[in-house]
Every structure is written in structure tokens, then in C-alpha cells.
């Protein structure tokens, strides 16, 4: 079958289909998007069982449609905060997102096809049920929504051996094997394993049950300052804490204390040096819970478990064939290198503001319908990587803040940004008149180019 197409974009992950929202709201294109998994919604089909969003669902997912109801919840460890959609329901949302998409008779969405490549007829998709390969021309461009493909437990290769008689699963497995357990082992640094121990932790397994294999401490933002809506005045606390702190660090340890002492940042362990930034966040609840788990192994990454050890990096330790080892060890978010956004005939999908994946695709996909030329495009999207260590923060957070000063001199993308249910900031100027929010605002005004200065002498170029 031969397929003509405007747009060719290859993942119907989240950022894919977030992109193809915005262009096709924007521009009267059409668009064939392509996903080898049977359904829209990339590694939410695969979340395990307890996965919330970590933000909350008010600014996450596509432009046009809400997710959730933005309700404040009254109990459990998010009580006061906005709503976070489970994994079934996130599922369920980018389903709706695709049909509606379809439903424009603009988008053509073919699960089930994987793109093998460039070829003299066009773009080699797969139909993965029959066989059948099919040519796709592309009139205008090639859109990679997998370049930042995330990695997950329930998919990935484990980095590991598992020698025979060692239990291990991965953390997708944990609600219907926990019950078989004497104890526990949970493997990894970040937010799945933190979710895997608080899971234990609430279903009754006591704190010295569970041994956590953390091969780096990691940095958590305190989820309070992630609050949109009528709580947006926390998110521009937490901006300028940010600018403040960066402003003045002389170091990056320096950066780092002064963004712990500021409430900005949390680690597990305030005794322990941590190195792992991942942009994750946990609520005071979640960490108070964590910090109950004592029995932690910091010998570097896991090389084999077997029946009676684990061997890692830089040493072994004892388990045991009754200890449930609990896989959380992949990447999650993937911090590839960064390469132009804009390229010719090709659009590569990733970060541009900190932390904001479905905003960020969405305003490429706003900007590739409203701008002609890709210099100008990438002036106002510049790729910035996803974060992995603490060395990452000064170049994140710097560019994203002159990327951003870039868009205010824009009218367009301005009005866009302002107007996105996708920006975290969008209830600002209905708060502007609060007191906290204008000495928020004023605070990070008054810092935030010392910043961008300050932060250069930590390696970050000066583009
Ligand atoms: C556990 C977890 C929780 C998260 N929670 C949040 C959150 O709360 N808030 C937030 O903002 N971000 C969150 N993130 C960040 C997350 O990365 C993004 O939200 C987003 O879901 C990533 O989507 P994606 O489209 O980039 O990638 P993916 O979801 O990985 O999708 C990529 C898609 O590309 C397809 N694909 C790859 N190669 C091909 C090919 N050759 N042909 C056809 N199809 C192909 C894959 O099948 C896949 O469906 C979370 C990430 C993880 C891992």
C-alpha cells in the first residue's frame, strides 16, 4: 500500500501525540502517526499497577482535552494537592486523545506498524500482524517521537544476571507476588523504586522487611511547589528558589545545600552525599515513609544476584532464595544528547523547557505550524536533555530560562504559551494580585539573569 502523508510522525507515546495535537489544531496538515504497540499512550500501557502521575494531571497530556477534573485530594499522601490520574486512567485518556484526533479525518493512526526506515519509495512502515510492508510518502517532514523513548522495567533488558534459584521480578509483578515474601529486596535509585518501597510500606510490610539496593542517592523536588491552578503561587516559589539559589552557588555542592536548605530539593538521607538528579518529586508524606527504610546497600549497581548474594559494582552482599528482589533499575526517562530540534524534513522530539514533556511537544508542534524558517524555529526551541546527575541542573535550568526570555518577545508563541493547559504557569496572571505570588515573581525577576550568569562558570556555553 502506498500512503501519502504531510507529516510522518513515528511514536504515539505522549509527546507524539501532544505534537500531533498542536500541529493539527494550528495548520490544515495531514498526518499519519505510527506506533508498533497495539494502542496509543507509549509506557503508560505498561505502567505497573500502583504508577500515578507524578505531577499532577491539570498540565500533562494533550492541549485539547482536560485530563481528570483538576480535583483537590483530601486523603492519602497527596491530600491538598491536585489530582494525579492513575496509570489505567492516563491509558484511557491518551486513547480518547488519539480517537478525537482521528475523528478530524486529518489524522490517520496506525498501531501496530513499525518504522524500519528511509527507502527509495519513501518511509518503510510494517503492519506487525500481517507482514505487509508499506511505502509512505512524506511531503513535508519526518517527525521522531522516540528519540527520548522511555525505558521501563516492565520492557526493558535487565542490566543484570539472575543466577537460578534468586527471585527477582520486575516492579510491575510486586502486587500479586508481595504476599509470598518474607522480605524484600528493591533494586534502584529513583522514583519507581522509591514508589515500590512506599507500596510495600502501605500494604503492612514493616520498614526492617525491606532492604533497599540504592546505587546512587538521589535528589526529590518537594512535590508542594508543583501545584498549578489556584495553587500556582508554589510553583513561582519554587522558580524562585531556583534563580536564587542559582544565583549565588559557588560550587554545585553549594547549589545544591542552598536549594536542600531552601526546601526546594529533599534527599532521603540528609547524612549521605547525593549525586542523582532526575527531576523526580515526592510529597512530605512519601519521604517521610521512605526514611523509615533503613537497611540500605550503596555498593554501586547490581551484575548478578544468585541464590545466597548480590554482586555489584564495588562489592557483595548476602540475600537469600526467600528475598523478593524487586526490579526498578531502568532509565525511565532517557537523557540522550541533544540534537536540533528542527532539521531538513525531520523534527526530533525533546525537552526544551525543564520538566514539561507534553508542553514541550506541543509547542514545537505550535511552532513548526506557525513559522517557516528552521533557524528561527530552533532559536525558539533549543533541545535541553533530560537531567542524570547533579552536573546536569545549571545547563537544564539556564536554558530553559533563556529559552523562555526568547518566547516573551514573541506575540504568538507568547499568546500560545499563555494560553496552553499544558504550561504549568498558566493561572499565574489570575494570582498576580496575591502577595506571596508577587514577591515570588519579583524574586525571581530580580535574580534570574545573575543566575543564568553564575551558572555559566559550571560549564554551561554561553548560546
Ligand atoms: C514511570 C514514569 C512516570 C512518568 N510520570 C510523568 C509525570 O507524572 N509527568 C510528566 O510530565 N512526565 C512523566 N514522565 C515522563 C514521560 O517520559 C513522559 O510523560 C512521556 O510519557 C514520555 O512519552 P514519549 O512519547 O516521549 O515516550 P514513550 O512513552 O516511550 O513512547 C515512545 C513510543 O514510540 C514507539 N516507537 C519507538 N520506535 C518505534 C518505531 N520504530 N516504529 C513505531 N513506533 C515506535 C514506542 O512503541 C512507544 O510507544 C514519566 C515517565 C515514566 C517512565
Known sequence: MLVNTDYLVVGAGATGLAFVDALAAAADVEVTLVDRQPAPGGHWLHAYPFLRLHTPSAYYGVNSLALGVDRIDQAGENAGYYERATGSEVREYFAEAAARLAQTGRVRLLTGHEHLGGGSNGEHVKDLSTGELHDVVVRRKIVDARYLETSIPATHARPFDVAPGARVIPVN??????????????????????????????????????????????????RRHFQPLEQVGAIMEGLSLDAEAGASAASIDDLFERLEAAGRLVRIDPSRPATMYRGTMLSARELEAVRQIEDVVRLGRVRRIEAGRIVLERGETETGPDVLHVDCTALGLNNAPATAIFQPGRIVLQQVRFLSPTFNAALVGFVEASRDDDADKNRLCPPDPYPSTIEDWPRMMSRTWRTEG???SEPDVSAWVAASRLNL??????HAAEPSVQSAVKRFLTHVNAAIERLKQFGEPSN
Request: overall charge negative; glycine content about 6%.
Open 173 to 222: 509483578d510486586l502486587p500479586q507476588t508481595a504476599g509470598s515474601a518474607p522480605s524484600y529486596a528493591v533494586l534502584g535509585a529513583g522514583k519507581t523504586a522509591a514508589d515500590a518501597c512506599i507500596w510495600l510500606l502501605d500494604n503492612g510490610v514493616e520498614p526492617d522487611r525491606i532492604r533497599w539496593i540504592r546505587p546512587r542517592d538521589a535528589w526529590f523536588y518537594d
Open 406 to 408: 526568547r518566547w516573551l
Open 425 to 430: 504557569l498558566q493561572a499565574l496572571p489570575d
